[in-house]
């Protein structure tokens, strides 16, 4: 179901943005971007904060992860960038928690990030069972019962509780998707309305976020 949503969002934004003839290096507001009718707070200071809203599970996340990371670390310490794994309303997903867990024990490194998508779309071990994520870990490692421990805890399930409101606050409902400062949303799906492929869809994106990380930069002044 998601895919096909990620599809039949990215054919109607991809029409809207044809029409509208806008490019990643001119970006549209309500095209290739959003602008947020109730700006989110941060506290980034003079840093432009970038936030992924993306799923492990999700193969174009897994497929945006080398873009994204590359364009992150080309902005070094011109952005505050962080990530926060979405939610399914009445679901547990172990994967979420995992991701928590990892962050709360501050182990989570950029290879061990994408380690995580490589077991889940190349090895084909979707780690949506407890236990296939506490196996995992193990093998990284990584304290089990520690592990075990902190992804039981009070901690990650107010993680879990806040990405739920943040999900609600940001509006989204497809992902990858990324705000910038508060105030703007984009994604691979809204980027280009001429692409052919995903991976120029997460090209352009990285365009919008350059123009929209300059823009809000502008506005801290």
């Not at 809207?16 to 941060?42: H, M, R």
């Not at 840093?47 to 070094?76: M, R, S």
């Not at 806040?162 to 980027?191: C, N, Q, R």
Request: one cysteine or more; a neutral charge; aromatic letters at 10%.
């Amino acid at each position: 179901m998601q895919f096909l949503k990620f599809i039949l969002t990215a054919v109607t934004l991809s029409a809207v943005a044809f029409t509208a003839s806008a490019s990643p290096a001119n970006p549209k507001d309500g095209v290739e971007y959003k602008t947020l009718v109730a700006p989110q707070p941060v506290d980034s200071g003079k840093k432009v904060e970038i936030i992924e809203f993306f799923d492990y599970a999700c193969p174009h996340c897994a497929g945006f992860d080398a873009t994204l990371n590359a364009w992150v670390k080309k902005q070094g310490d011109n952005i505050a960038f962080k990530r926060v794994h979405i939610g399914r309303q009445g679901a547990d997903l172990p994967q979420q928690k995992m991701f928590y867990t990892l962050q709360a024990m501050g182990v989570l490194t950029p290879e061990l990030h994408t380690k995580i998508f490589n077991e889940i779309h190349v090895n084909h071990n979707r780690m949506n069972r407890d236990e296939l994520a506490f196996d995992f870990i193990a093998k990284q490692g990584i304290d089990k019962q520690k592990f075990i421990d902190t992804y039981r805890g009070f901690g990650v399930a107010a993680y879990v509780r806040k990405t739920a409101s943040m999900m609600d606050a940001y509006g989204v409902e497809f992902w990858p998707m990324l705000a910038v400062d508060g105030k703007y949303i984009t994604a691979p799906s809204m980027a280009e309305a001429n692409a052919t492929s995903e991976a120029q869809l997460n090209e352009a994106v990285t365009q919008v976020l350059d123009v929209l990380v300059t823009k809000a930069k502008a506005e801290k002044k």
